[in-house]
């Protein structure tokens, strides 16, 4: 449970005492006269958060907030390495903090678990200059020497945010710096193809937690009696056709899972195998036939008991797994956290961890204050923080009190923050809610 207290105590901690200790360890403020630490830290976070590609005249005119009176040149020399490092670490240091809602959100298909955790990771391009810093993924493409890769879990329950977490960009999926960190007991885990490790499935499930994943390709299969199968003479025939099967994951370890199997409509199919070769071609990469013959199968493993999890609330979940992808296309497109409007590698840097700052304080005050409601518009929400997030600014300067700057940010957000209800195409909270997907299933022999 997160109380408005406890954010109080975070912000003041991180953004003011944190930030001004920090940016003297790294060199950001040798001999403090018109900026502190805090006052770099929070223009920044501040500025870029309301405006994503503010000029050097709005960032300055922020900095007044704080009764900081700078020019457009003093700003320009804040986009050095040393404020880099100083954001980076301020970044870490947040992303450790656990902000929760208080209650889980009211749906019984996510309260059956102790959590339901969703990962996804995003990568972002940065200049080559910074390569040394965050090397990127090479390749034949133009501008991939440097980039750096942002690492998030997602409680769905409770609104929990694990990061972000930043490392190069050419770190794999299963190498994510979340992988050590323990799941809630009773937890249910959901994440794509990328992050699939049956040794990894072991370990939750030993430690008390669940998997829900769709199957990696030629992942060996048997029977509980150590029978070899084939997955080809499993598979239903006929669209909206489903068989579920007691089987033994792995050649070696062998970890008992549920199978479930799902024929799609043709439609599905045929857009599941153009991403499949779009994404080939983006990495240069073949593809295999056998990989475009089973896109007409949503093909899944769960350790999770029968009890917690039906196949159509499986396919419910696992569609849930796209709010990671809605999380960062909130970022990218709202925040714009990888757009710059400079060639300057330092700037770009710094509003990149400037940005991140800022969204992480947006997701936590979404979770203080909305997450209650299954029908909250992350995007509605997204905007009231760029409109009021400065209050917590001029409060953190003495202008006014935290509280009542949260206070503000509350209100707004209970009004006209909501998603709308659709009847054709239900929305993600909809889905859950009736734990049912759009079309009809049948049972296969």
């Known amino acids: 449970m997160t109380s408005v207290t406890y954010v109080e105590q975070q912000l003041q901690r991180i953004l003011e005492e944190r930030a001004n200790r920090i940016a003297r360890e790294v060199g950001c403020i040798v001999r403090q006269r018109k900026f502190s630490g805090a006052d770099v830290v929070q223009m920044l976070m501040f500025g870029f958060g309301q405006h994503p590609h503010a000029s050097l005249e709005q960032l300055a005119s922020t900095a007044a907030v704080r009764g900081v009176s700078v020019s457009d040149t003093a700003v320009h020399d804040r986009f050095t390495e040393p404020t880099a490092r100083l954001l980076h670490r301020l970044l870490e240091e947040v992303s450790e903090v656990v902000v929760q809602a208080a209650q889980a959100v009211p749906l019984s298909l996510l309260k059956r678990f102790g959590a339901v955790i969703c990962e996804d990771s995003s990568t972002i391009t940065l200049p080559d200059e910074l390569a040394e810093l965050w090397q990127g993924c090479g390749g034949t493409q133009a501008h991939t020497a440097a980039a750096v890769k942002v690492h998030t879990r997602w409680d769905l ?23 050590e960190q323990a799941l809630p007991p009773g937890s249910l885990y959901i994440a794509d193809l990328g992050y699939f490790s049956l040794a ?3 370990e939750r499930r030993a430690a008390g937690s669940y998997t829900l994943s769709r199957l990696q390709g030629r992942t060996a299969l048997s029977t509980p009696e150590g029978e070899a199968l084939l997955l080809d003479c499993l598979l239903p025939k006929q669209v909206g056709q489903f068989k579920e099967v007691s089987v033994l994951v792995g050649a070696s370890q062998r970890h008992p899972m549920r199978l479930f199997l799902l024929r799609v409509p043709k439609a599905v199919g045929d857009k599941r195998r153009q991403a499949l070769r779009e994404d080939a071609r983006r990495r240069g990469q073949p ?15 769960t350790d999770a008991p029968s009890h917690l999890l039906r196949l159509e609330e499986a396919l419910v979940l696992l569609r849930e797994r796209w709010q990671m992808e809605l999380l960062y296309k909130l970022w990218k497109q709202q925040a714009q956290i990888d757009e710059w409007h400079t ?17 992480t ?20 929400l997204a905007q009231v ?3 009021t997030a400065w209050t917590l600014m001029a409060a953190l300067a003495g202008g006014r009190s935290l509280r009542s700057a949260l206070r ?25 809610e009736a734990q049912a997907v759009e079309w009809a299933l049948s049972w296969c022999e």
């Open 408 to 432: 503000l940010i509350q209100r707004r957000m209970q009004s006209g923050c909501r998603m709308n209800t659709r009847r054709k195409h239900p929305n993600s909270a909809q889905l859950v």
């Open 200 to 202: 990894r499935f072991v």
């Open 157 to 179: 329950t409770r609104g929990r945010l694990w990061g972000p977490k930043l490392t190069a960009g050419r770190t794999a999926d299963r190498r994510s710096p979340l992988c």
């Open 361 to 380: 304080l947006q997701h936590w005050l979404i979770v203080l204050f909305a997450w209650h409601d299954p029908q909250r518009s992350l995007v509605k």
């Open 385 to 387: 923080c760029r409109d």
């Open 343 to 359: 060639r300057d590698p330092w700037r770009k840097l710094c509003e990149l961890y400037a940005k991140l700052l800022a969204v």
């Open 287 to 301: 593809i295999s036939e056998e990989m475009l013959y089973l896109a007409d199968w949503t093909i899944l493993v």
